[in-house]
C-alpha cells in the first residue's frame, strides 16, 4: 500500500491533472487538499479533453473524489462541474464525491472584492489573480469570518453569519470602493438551492480517508497550483493563498504525516507562469513564442497566455527541499523538439555573486541573472515513443541532467497529453 502526493514544482499548471488521471488507475481514492477553482486541470482522455477547477482529476478513472477541508469552494462552480461531468455520462454520486464538510465557501462578494482590488490597483501593483474570490476567501478563513459547508447544512446558523458578515463587506465595498454592495437575501436563497444540491455529498473527510487507509485503500493527493505560488515560499506577494506544498496534503486533508509514502513533484520540461511576478529564465524572443506556441501555453482557468522561459533547477531543487520530493514526472517533454539548443539554469548571478539557493527578497530575485548551460537539442518527434531506450540520446542527456542538478530520479516522462503519451520509469504505486 503506499499513498501519494503529486504537486507542481514550478509556478502550476506543470500537467498535474494528466499525471494524476494517469495514476489514479492504481489509486482508490483522489483528493484535492487546497486551492480552489483558480486550478484548471487538464485530461485528455482518447483525444477528448476535460478540465477540471474543482473535482479531483481522478474522476474520469472512476475512482473515489474527495474535496479536503483545505479548499476554499465556490458551489456554483461546483454544481457547473458536477453537471457538465455527468451530461458526459459520469457517475458523479455522493458515493464517488465527497466534499468536507469543513471547506470554506466562497460567497459572492469574495468574487467581487477580488475584481474590485484587482482593478483598483496600478499596473505594477496587481498580483494577476485568477479573480475567483480565493484570496478573500482565505482571508476570511484566517479572520474566523469564514462561511463552512457545515454552516449551509444548518440553515439558520448560514442565515445569520451571511447578514453578519455582509454588514462589514457592504461597508468596505460601498465605502472604499465605491461599489454596489451585495444583498444578503438574494446570497441566502442562491446558497439555498446550492445546499439542497450539495448536502448528500458533504461529510467527515479525515474520518472517510483514514478509514480508507485503515481497510488498505491507496490514496492519491492532488495538489493545485505549485510550489513557488505558495504562500510562505513562494514569491510572495505574487503567489496564491493556500500552502501548495505537499506538508499542506495532511492539514488540508485531515491525515497524519506518516500516512504519507511518496511525494512527486510535476516538472515541466521548461518554465511557465501566468499572472504577475519574478521569473528569472523567462524569454522574451522568438524561442520563447515558439515554446508557448508548441505547447499551447493557455491558463486552463483564465485562458490568459502563459509566460514562458527555460528549465530552472534552482526553483526546481528548492521544491525538492520543501517538499521532500522523492521522484520527479518530466511533462511536456515533446515541445522542445525542433530547438537547436537548450539552456538549463542551474544558479543565479546577483551583483557579481553566485546564488545558488531561491532569494526570499523579490528586490533581490527581480535582479538575478539566471547562469545556464547549454545542451544540444533533438530534432525528432519524441510524442510517439513509448520506450525510454528509444528516446534519442540528447534527449537522454537533457533528462540525466535534471536528475543530476536536481539530486532526485526521474519516475515517469510525459511526451504527449494523452494517457498513452507517457513513459513509465518507475511504477509510483508498486
Ligand atoms: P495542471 O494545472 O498542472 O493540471 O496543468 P494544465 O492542465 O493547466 O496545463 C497543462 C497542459 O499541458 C494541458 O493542456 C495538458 O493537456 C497539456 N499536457 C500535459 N502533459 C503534456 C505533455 O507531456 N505534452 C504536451 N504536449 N502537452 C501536455
Ligand atoms: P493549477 O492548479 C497557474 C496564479 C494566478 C496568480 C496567482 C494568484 O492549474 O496549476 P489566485 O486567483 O490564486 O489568487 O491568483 O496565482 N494561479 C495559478 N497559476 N496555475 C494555477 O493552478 C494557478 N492558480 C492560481 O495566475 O498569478
Ligand atoms: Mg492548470
Known amino acids: 500500500m503506499s499513498n501519494t502526493v503529486i504537486i507542481g514544482t514550478q509556478w502550476g499548471d506543470e500537467g498535474k491533472g494528466k499525471i494524476v488521471d494517469l495514476l489514479a488507475e492504481y489509486a482508490d481514492y483522489v483528493v484535492r487538499f487546497q486551492g480552489g477553482n483558480n486550478a484548471g486541470h487538464t485530461m485528455v482522455v482518447e483525444g477528448e479533453q476535460f478540465i477540471s477547477h474543482l473535482i ?16 476554499v469552494v465556490d458551489p456554483e462552480v461546483l454544481l457547473e462541474e458536477i453537471d457538465y461531468l455527468s451530461n458526459k455520462g459520469i457517475n ?12 470554506h465557501l466562497i460567497m459572492p462578494y469574495h468574487k467581487q472584492i ?5 482593478s483598483a490597483a496600478g499596473k505594477d501593483k496587481k498580483i494577476g489573480t485568477t479573480g475567483r474570490g480565493i484570496g478573500p476567501c482565505y482571508e476570511d478563513k484566517a479572520f474566523r469570518c469564514g462561511i463552512r459547508f457545515v454552516d449551509l447544512l444548518d440553515i439558520n446558523s448560514f442565515e445569520e453569519k451571511v447578514y453578519a458578515v455582509c454588514k462589514e463587506k457592504n461597508f468596505y465595498l460601498t465605502k472604499f470602493f465605491a461599489q454596489d454592495p451585495v444583498d444578503p437575501d438574494t446570497i441566502i436563497k442562491t446558497y439555498k ?8 455529498f458533504v461529510t467527515d473527510i479525515s474520518v472517510y480517508i483514514n478509514n ?19 504562500i510562505d515560499h513562494g514569491t510572495y506577494p505574487y503567489v496564491t493563498s493556500s500552502n501548495t506544498v505537499a506538508g499542506n496534503a495532511c492539514s488540508g486533508a485531515g491525515v497524519g504525516p506518516k500516512q504519507l509514502n511518496n511525494i512527486v513533484g510535476i516538472v515541466k520540461a521548461y518554465t511557465t507562469r501566468v499572472g ?11 524561442i520563447g513564442d ?15 497566455k502563459r509566460r514562458c522561459g527555460w528549465l530552472d533547477t534552482v526553483i526546481v531543487r528548492n521544491s525538492v527541499r520543501l517538499n521532500s520530493l ?19 539554469c542551474n544558479a543565479y548571478e546577483y551583483n557579481g555573486t553566485q546564488i545558488d539557493e531561491f532569494p526570499a527578497d523579490l528586490t533581490v530575485l527581480g535582479k538575478c541573472r539566471p547562469i545556464y548551460e547549454t545542451l544540444p537539442g533533438w530534432q525528432e518527434d519524441i510524442s510517439k515513443i513509448r520506450k525510454y531506450d528509444d528516446l534519442p540520446q540528447n534527449t537522454k542527456n537533457y533528462l540525466n541532467r535534471i536528475e543530476e542538478l536536481t539530486g532526485t530520479k526521474i519516475d515517469i516522462i510525459s511526451i504527449g497529453p494523452g494517457r498513452k503519451e507517457t513513459i513509465v520509469l518507475n511504477n509510483i504505486f508498486n
Open 114 to 118: 477580488d475584481l474590485a482590488r484587482e
Open 276 to 286: 504577475k511576478g519574478p521569473f528569472p529564465t523567462e524569454l522574451f524572443d522568438e
Open 290 to 304: 515558439k515554446i508557448q506556441e508548441t505547447g499551447a501555453e493557455f491558463g486552463a482557468t483564465t485562458g490568459r
Open 326 to 344: 522523492t521522484g520527479l514526472v518530466v511533462t511536456k517533454l515533446d515541445v522542445l523538439g525542433g530547438l537547436d539548443t537548450l539552456n538549463i
Open 56 to 71: 479531483p482529476s481522478g474522476i474520469l478513472q472512476g475512482k473515489i473524489c474527495v474535496i479536503g477541508n483545505g479548499l
Open 193 to 200: 438551492s446550492y445546499q439542497k444540491r450539495l448536502a448528500p
Open 92 to 103: 458523479i454520486s455522493p458515493e464517488k464525491l465527497k466534499i468536507s464538510e469543513k471547506a
Open 212 to 230: 480508507g487507509i485503515k481497510a488498505g485503500r491507496q490514496i492519491l493527493f492532488e495538489g493545485a497550483q505549485g510550489t513557488h505560488l505558495d
